[in-house]
């Protein structure tokens, strides 16, 4: 899809992703964060969590790779920023099912704005995630 | 102990290089999901332009992270790991990290303010390659609770 063809509104990509317990602890080994509420329940218990929780980096690095494809060069992302503002428990048995949806936010000369909405059940887990992403040239 | 306020405004040294390593750059898409093939196949990111496989946008994570690490170990930061949530994450890049990148980190505090019995603090860490180009400025904000009593 070019530019040009781009409508507010338009939904350009959608997935969902199933993170188990296994996506977690690969997580921690490719991004370094061995948090230990990200793997040990008696851990996330302690600190009055409600569960062992997804790293938030990697439901902000999950969510924006719906595009890339879309996009054809992740090179044409020129900003990525998010809020985290709900936890993603991850059950070890059932695991978890995020879905992604990425929505064209904005549009000007250079760039397009795109909203990415990731939800767990009922909940929305990122707050303002958008991408900014340069035309096709 | 609170956060320290006399944090705002300090630059910490430029971290060692990291180079990217392609495996890495492999073994990190896989874990965020990421199977567009330019994350995978030199091939595939050689046909966009680029000299080896490029990174996933948050891949940027992994060098802010040799920062946070300067971060934590100052010792009168009031800063503990076990009370820090990740309230916001930013990133704006002027090129997508590529595999064989020698890249270095630069952390500033930018600014701290109060929230409920704790604080939230805003860093930035600014990333260049070997030849000293700006590649991305990763922009964190870390919620620090208050201690408990």
């Given at each position: 899809m070019t530019s040009a063809t781009l409508e507010v509104g338009t939904v350009v990509a959608e997935r969902t992703v199933h993170l188990t317990r296994e996506s977690l602890v690969r997580y921690a080994g490719a991004s370094g964060?061995?948090?230990?509420i990200h793997y040990r329940d008696d851990v996330a218990e302690r600190v009055g969590l409600p569960g062992v929780l997804a790293h938030g980096m990697l439901t902000m690095g999950l969510a924006v790779e719906t595009i890339v494809e879309w996009l054809?060069?992740?090179?044409?992302?020129?900003d990525y920023g998010v809020r985290f503002t709900r936890p993603v428990v991850v059950d070890a048995e059932d695991g978890a099912d995020l879905f992604v949806s990425a929505k064209v936010g904005a549009l000007d000369d250079e760039a397009a704005r795109i909203d990415l909405t990731v939800t767990f059940g009922d909940t929305t887990?990122?707050?303002?995630a958008q991408v900014r992403v340069r035309h096709q040239s | 102990m609170s956060v320290n306020p006399e944090l705002v405004g300090r630059v910490f040294p430029p971290t060692a290089s990291y180079l990217v390593g392609r495996e890495k750059v492999r073994e990190f898409a896989r874990a965020v999901f990421a199977d567009a093939p330019q994350h995978l196949d030199p091939a595939a990111a050689q046909a966009l332009g680029y000299r080896d496989v490029v990174a996933p946008p948050t891949f940027a994570m992994v060098v802010q992270d040799l920062t946070m690490q300067q971060l934590l170990a100052v010792?009168?930061?009031?800063?503990a790991l076990e009370r820090t949530v990740h309230a916001e994450q930013r990133f704006h890049y002027s090129r997508p990290i590529v595999a064989g990148d020698e890249l270095t980190a630069q952390l500033s505090i930018t600014g701290i303010r109060p929230f409920g019995a704790g604080a939230m603090v805003t860093s930035e860490a600014e990333i260049t390659d070997a030849d000293g180009a700006h590649v991305v400025t990763a922009t964190s904000v870390l919620l620090i609770g208050g201690e408990v009593s």
């Open positions: 964060d061995f948090n230990p054809g060069d992740a090179g044409r992302i020129v887990v990122l707050g303002k | 010792e009168d930061s009031g800063i």
